[in-house]
């Protein structure tokens, strides 16, 4: 193809270069670099709906830096890395976008204080299931009366944000439980990356408290250690099958929680019914209504049965 028949947004950004772990390290950890990311990231254009380009010395400016001499020497490490420049000025591509974004969750510069929330009655001893929002920006679920560790599901500080603390664990619940879909699916939601998933039978202590029935589903990430632990009736929630099944029973999938009692029975019903590859079925049931969905060691539904077709 001719270099002027090229669809125009293949060449909007320009060249930008690989660099090694140490370099990207050593370009980042630096003040007014870290400063320049975070202003480029904030600069919005509202008529044209895309980033704003910051000229140079607007972009100065907004560090806050006077020595244009070293400004343009930090600008300079930046850039065909983590910056963009063009003639109308600077901005930020994907990698220098994902890095401001993390910045701006909340994630690397707050620590979660936050009134516990009453989310439910426990199912265990009828006392209540709070939400504890822990320092590490994690929302853990927990039965004060009775000691039940029922789940822990991160949050950014900004999933608080202009929320009420209801629409805030909504939002927690629907991030986790597209995080999971995608998990099971083999795709890691932080990098990427090509996500391992397990059946695991052979439960430490630990892991024992998560299943009742004594397997538990583990997804790792090959390339970025993100992972996931979990019953396999929150893993079953996540699959087409037994989601269409859920929502025709009126209830709405990434609401359903650990400890409501759809998920606890199904956990209760696990069957295994092959070892070495693990295979096992679980059953869901809504109002009368079952279907029984049959997983195999890569958390694929192989089969499924409704009884209401
Ligand atoms: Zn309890
Ligand atoms: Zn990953």
Not at 94 to 117: A, C, F, K
Not at 228 to 234: G, I, R
Not at 285 to 292: K, N, Q
Request: charge should be negative; aromatic fraction near 8%.
């Amino acid at each position: 193809m001719a270099d002027e028949e090229r669809p125009q947004i293949l060449d909007d950004i320009g060249d930008f270069e690989s660099i090694s772990m140490e370099d990207a390290i050593s370009i980042l950890g630096e003040q007014t670099r870290m400063k320049i990311i975070v202003e480029l990231g904030k600069a919005w254009d509202e008529r044209n709906h895309q980033q704003q380009k910051l000229r140079f010395s607007e972009l100065m400016e907004a560090v806050g830096v006077t020595d244009s001499g070293q400004f343009n020497y930090h600008l300079d490490k930046l850039i065909g890395t983590f910056v963009g420049k063009s003639e109308d000025g600077y901005w930020l591509p994907n990698p220098g976008m994902r890095l401001y974004r993390l910045i701006v969750s909340g994630t690397v510069t707050e620590r979660g204080v936050r009134e516990d929330i009453d989310v439910d009655d426990c199912p265990s001893c009828g006392g209540t299931v709070w939400a504890t929002y822990r320092d590490d920006n994690a929302l853990a679920f927990t039965c004060k009366d009775c000691a039940t560790g029922y789940a822990v599901i991160p949050i950014s500080p900004r999933g608080f944000t202009d929320r009420t603390d209801e629409e805030a664990l909504q939002a927690a619940f629907r991030t986790f439980y597209c995080e999971l879909r995608l998990a099971r699916q083999g795709i890691c939601p932080a990098c990427d990356g090509h996500v391992e998933a397990k059946l695991v039978d052979d439960l430490n202590e630990r892991l024992e408290a998560l299943s009742a029935s004594g397997v538990i589903s583990s997804l790792k990430c090959r390339m970025c250690n993100n992972y996931y632990y979990s019953d396999l009736s929150s893993i079953a929630l996540t699959t087409d099958e037994v989601r269409r099944f859920l929502i025709d029973g009126g209830l709405e999938p990434p609401l359903v929680r650990e400890w409501h009692d759809v998920t606890v029975a199904a956990d209760e019903s696990v069957t295994v019914v092959q070892t070495d590859p693990l295979r096992v079925e679980i059953t869901f049931a809504v109002d009368g209504e079952t279907i029984d969905a049959t997983f195999d060691s890569d958390h694929r539904v192989v089969s499924s049965t409704r009884s209401d077709e």
